[in-house]
Nanobody
């Protein structure tokens, strides 16, 4: 059974940094596109970044460009999201998922929703 386990969230002050991790199990992520999503309180879940693991192509939501960096470690079957210059509006639960394609951004039905990792940014 495929699943993702997210970790690395926490409470940080504005301007700080975090590295979120997404560990995949039940499949090898080498050939797929993996996306990071976030859900802020009272808002819909939105896609913030994506990486096509096979060719390294990436996607970023316009509002996070320059602050978010997505990367992979194939040996650890994991995807990471490094966030710099955190802002209060980054406060959300962050999730990863895939649509079983190798193309970013993800546009099809999404799979692998885990518990997410909570990021809280204080001003």
């Amino acid at each position: 059974q495929m699943q993702f386990v997210e970790s690395g969230g926490g409470l940080v002050q504005a301007g700080g940094s975090l590295r979120l991790a997404c560990a995949a199990s039940g499949f090898n992520l080498d050939y797929y596109a993996i996306g990071w999503f976030r859900e802020a309180p009272g808002e819909e879940r939105e896609a913030v970044s994506c990486i096509s693991v096979n060719d390294g192509s990436t996607y970023y939501l316009d509002s996070v460009k320059g602050r978010f960096t997505i990367s992979t470690d194939v040996a650890k079957n994991s995807v990471y999201l490094h966030i710099d210059n955190l802002k209060p509006e980054d406060t959300a639960v962050y999730y990863c998922a895939t649509d079983w394609s190798y193309v970013c951004p993800l546009r099809n039905h999404l799979y692998g929703w885990g518990q997410g990792t909570r990021v809280t940014v204080s001003s």
